[in-house]
């Protein structure tokens, strides 16, 4: 099993913001964290705050993701969906995004609070290109933290925004509790390694939808300066 860098844990030092703060430094803390660089980390430097406010109410936020998803679909598009080629979503801040929320928390308690929305949009730029794999007819799968419990209002949620025919939603059952989510997401992605399908590529906001075992042959991780899971 690989051990994945972002599980290890930096020095609070490192996430403590500067009494002189710029946005150079915010900026620069995002592209640490948005690299793994920062490694684990729960919230967002104090002195931060309003730039990553801005950051997610601004267009930079959905030009940034619109950027992933058009290299995702570049490849995606090198050899074409043949028998077998399948994608991976996650779904948190990835085809649902809580932006509208992302006020109202922090760390990982805004993503317990997430999954209690019943009518988050769709991120503009992976819905498009989550239509365009199914075009190509790539086998879409959706690997989700969240609990079996919430499968009814993820999916009424998912259909509402225009997500529709992915192969199968997968979420944590009883046999999953207590996983790291690089873990559990590893193990889940390794079933369908076993079943036969090939993991053409992943996309999520966490490191831990991406790296484990079982990886895909290219990765595309969408920003998030919200929260960390580890």
Same mark, same amino acid.
């Given at each position: 099993?690989?051990?994945?860098?972002?599980? =290890?844990?930096?020095?609070?030092?490192?996430?403590?913001?500067?009494?002189?703060?710029? /946005?150079?430094?915010?900026?620069?803390?995002? #592209?640490?964290?948005?690299?793994?660089?920062?490694?684990?980390?729960?919230?967002?430097?104090?002195?931060?705050?309003?730039?990553?406010?801005?950051?997610?109410?601004?267009?930079?936020? #959905?030009?940034?993701?619109?950027?992933?998803?058009?290299?995702?679909?570049?490849?995606?598009?090198?050899?074409?969906?043949?028998?077998?080629?399948?994608?991976?979503?996650?779904?948190?801040?990835?085809?649902?995004?809580?932006?509208?929320?992302?006020?109202?928390?922090?760390?990982?308690? #805004?993503?317990?609070?997430?999954? /209690? =929305?019943? /009518?988050?949009?769709?991120?503009?730029?992976?819905?498009?290109f989550y239509k365009e794999?199914? %075009?190509?007819?790539?086998?879409?799968?959706?690997?989700?933290?969240?609990?079996?419990?919430?499968?009814?209002?993820?999916?009424?949620?998912? #259909?509402?925004?225009?997500?529709?025919?992915?192969?199968?939603?997968?979420?944590?059952?009883?046999?999953?509790?207590?996983?790291?989510?690089?873990?559990? %997401?590893?193990?889940?992605?390794?079933?369908l390694v076993n079943e036969?399908?090939?993991?053409?590529?992943?996309?999520g906001d966490q490191w831990?939808?991406?790296?484990?075992?079982?990886?895909?042959?290219?990765?595309?991780?969408?920003?998030?300066?919200?929260?960390?899971?580890?």
């Amino acid at each position: 099993m690989a051990t994945s860098q972002s599980l =290890i844990e930096m020095p609070n030092h490192l996430h403590e913001t500067p009494s002189n703060v710029s /946005d150079f430094y915010c900026s620069s803390w995002r #592209l640490s964290i948005e690299t793994n660089n920062a490694g684990y980390w729960n919230t967002s430097p104090s002195n931060c705050s309003d730039y990553v406010k801005d950051y997610m109410a601004g267009d930079h936020y #959905l030009s940034d993701s619109e950027m992933v998803c058009a290299y995702s679909l570049a490849f995606a598009q090198i050899s074409g969906a043949s028998k077998g080629f399948s994608w991976v979503f996650d779904i948190d801040e990835t085809l649902l995004s809580h932006n509208p929320y992302s006020l109202q928390g922090k760390g990982n308690n #805004l993503y317990e609070k997430s999954m /209690d =929305i019943p /009518d988050a949009p769709a991120l503009p730029a992976s819905l498009k290109f989550y239509k365009e794999l199914l %075009k190509m007819n790539y086998t879409i799968f959706l690997l989700t933290g969240r609990p079996e419990s919430y499968r009814n209002i993820t999916v009424e949620n998912l #259909l509402k925004v225009g997500y529709s025919n992915w192969e199968r939603l997968i979420m944590r059952g009883d046999a999953d509790e207590g996983k790291k989510a690089i873990v559990y %997401k590893s193990e889940k992605r390794q079933e369908l390694v076993n079943e036969g399908y090939r993991l053409h590529g992943n996309t999520g906001d966490q490191w831990s939808d991406l790296l484990g075992f079982a990886v895909a042959e290219r990765s595309f991780k969408l920003p998030n300066p919200m929260y960390y899971i580890a």
